[in-house]
């Protein structure tokens, strides 16, 4: 089955700095990654999916890149605010509503003033 | 649009005794829907998947007896923890994929935390 891998685990930047989450996953196969946001006590929200057929994907302060060969994908949020400190979840999972996404372990950001 | 409803949203109950959790898709039909727990600090765990009018596949591991899930329509789907017990103190977490050509998107209920004492 999939596997993913999340680095880093936690992540303190500056308001204002770049945030780079990094995720590998293993089944070649998968062609569907999205991010997720989740908040202290709260469900996950998602913030912005590529699928394997571009390599790169914006959404305002957010990107995310794919690199199919080294089955490696990253989360870049730019210009960072106190309100994007969240937990952050890559996921791994093939295109069709149907279909199961294997997820990350977590990355804790914390954009400190 | 594309809201996920949980309910409760909180739940304490005794050991021995049984919870029902309910997933609703709001503003949208969801031919598919997911049940995922979450412990603290840790990453969702996918226990079983739940298409609508039939039975849920179940993760390796999961208990399909003591997590019973029914999808009766396509905006409801309920998750019932049988006989629970305090290591089934967890985050429930649903989310709904839209029955639409190509949608993959997963969307995410608010969570029912559940505690057993």
């Known amino acids: 089955g999939e596997n993913v891998e999340q680095h880093p685990s936690t992540l303190s930047v500056q308001e204002g700095d770049s945030a780079v989450i990094k995720c590998t996953y293993s089944d070649s196969a998968s062609n569907y990654f999205p991010w997720y946001k989740q908040e202290l006590g709260k469900g996950p929200q998602l913030i912005i999916d590529i699928r394997s057929n571009v390599g790169e994907k914006k959404d305002q302060r957010i990107a995310v890149t794919l690199n199919k060969t080294a089955k490696h994908f990253s989360l870049h949020i730019t210009e960072t605010q106190p309100e994007d400190s969240a937990v952050y979840f890559c996921?791994?999972?093939?295109?069709?509503?149907?279909?199961?996404?294997?997820f990350g372990t977590g990355t804790q950001l914390k954009v400190e003033l | 649009g594309a809201v996920v409803s949980q309910h409760p949203s909180r739940v304490i109950c005794k050991s021995g005794t049984s919870v029902k959790i309910e997933c609703r898709s709001l503003d949208f039909q969801a031919t598919t829907m997911f049940w995922y727990r979450q412990f603290p600090k840790q990453s969702l765990m996918l226990m079983a998947t739940?298409?609508?009018?039939?039975?849920?596949?179940?993760e390796q591991g999961v208990e399909k007896d003591k997590f019973l899930i029914n999808h009766a329509s396509l905006t409801l789907s309920t998750l019932t923890v049988t006989s629970a017990h305090p290591e089934d103190s967890s985050f429930y977490i649903c989310?709904?994929?839209?029955?639409?050509?190509?949608?993959?998107?997963?969307?995410f209920g608010p969570g029912t935390r559940l505690t057993v004492l």
């Open positions: 739940s298409n609508e009018g039939s039975k849920a596949t179940y």
């Open positions: 996921a791994a999972g093939l295109t069709g509503g149907g279909n199961k996404l294997t």
């Open positions: 989310s709904a994929t839209p029955g639409l050509a190509g949608s993959d998107t997963q969307y």
